[in-house]
């Protein structure tokens, strides 16, 4: 049995007729007669009474043309699904978010599209660059936004914007407050890096950029994950990020002075992406270049 024996089926039901469901279907009416004896024979019952007015259902034609049309809707369904796939309207998107430094567009991107594709589910992994770039190489991660730094030959990039390089120091810091911050009373402070392997891209970018300021940098490692932060939050350290690190309200974000800012991007490994990347993709340029997604169906960064 194939579908387009359902098909010739409910439309002869449905006419009442074997030369008007012939019509309907363009198709030869012995042609049309001949495929149902033959579902006929293949299920073991007659589904028509044929009469000079046309043909009427058997109690097993009755049957048969509840189910026949609950199979068809489900094929159209399935055809439909299979259409969205391929055209990102479904789908699942597998990705990585750096949160050291970490970049306050990406909140605003994920809520574009998800408004522009809300059927697409998206998992978001949030740990360190190197541990993402890792992921994201061997095929675990479909794309991760991250400093830019990340992008090297082997990924393909959109870049996302920047973020200026901010001192966050806890409420009880010598160092907090407002306003910009002039890198020379960053001498002799206590820095806050990641001191992990895979945080050692973002832990030599401070370092760098201390250095390349006129500062001798004295690093010490923050605690694992969510609490890299947390001797600074106490007031004992401070800490060289982006301003979406400041995620404690008892943490200030200073902007450093002279400014230097932090690139990041969206990277992905394949050439040719899935549909439901390529549109948040597509998405991601469109708001880079300030187009509107719903309209639609500097450093260098840390490794």
């Not at 120091?169 to 392997?197: N, Q, W, Y």
């Not at 010490?220 to 995620?247: F, H, Q, T, W, Y």
């Amino acid at each position: 049995m194939e579908l387009r024996h359902l098909h010739y089926f409910v439309a002869i039901a449905e006419e009442g007729s074997f030369t008007r469901a012939a019509e309907r279907l363009w198709v030869a009416q012995p042609g049309l007669s001949t495929q149902i004896r033959r579902l006929e024979r293949e299920l073991g019952v007659k589904l028509f009474e044929r009469h000079t007015r046309g043909v009427d259902l058997t109690e097993a034609g009755e049957l048969l043309l509840e189910r026949a049309r609950a199979a068809l809707a489900a094929a159209d369904v399935a055809s439909r699904v299979g259409g969205d796939l391929k055209s990102g309207v479904l789908g699942i998107i597998r990705l990585g978010v750096c949160s050291a430094p970490r970049f306050g567009g990406a909140a605003p991107l994920l809520h574009s599209f998800a408004r522009a594709r809300p059927a697409v589910q998206t998992s978001v992994h949030e740990t360190y660059a190197g541990a993402l770039t890792r992921d994201l190489r061997e095929g675990r991660l479909d794309a991760m936004i991250g400093p830019t730094l990340c992008a090297g030959s082997e990924f393909r990039a959109v870049e996302l914007g920047s973020e200026p390089w901010t001192v966050l120091a806890g409420s009880g810091h010598r160092l907090a407050g407002e306003g910009p911050l002039c890198v020379e009373e960053l001498e002799g402070e206590e820095i806050v890096v990641t001191g992990h392997r895979d945080g050692l891209g973002y832990d030599r970018a401070v370092s760098e950029l201390l250095t390349g300021l006129g500062i001798t940098p004295v690093l010490r490692p923050g605690g694992p994950g969510p609490a890299l932060l947390v001797d600074v939050a106490a007031g004992e350290a401070i800490a060289l990020a982006s301003a979406a690190c400041a995620s404690d309200p008892s943490v200030s974000a200073r902007p450093l002075e002279p400014a230097r800012a932090l690139s990041f991007s969206l990277l992905w490994h394949v050439e040719t992406p899935a549909p439901a990347l390529a549109e948040l993709i597509q998405i991601a340029k469109e708001r880079t270049a300030g187009t509107p997604a719903e309209a639609r169906p500097a450093l260098r960064a840390v490794a």
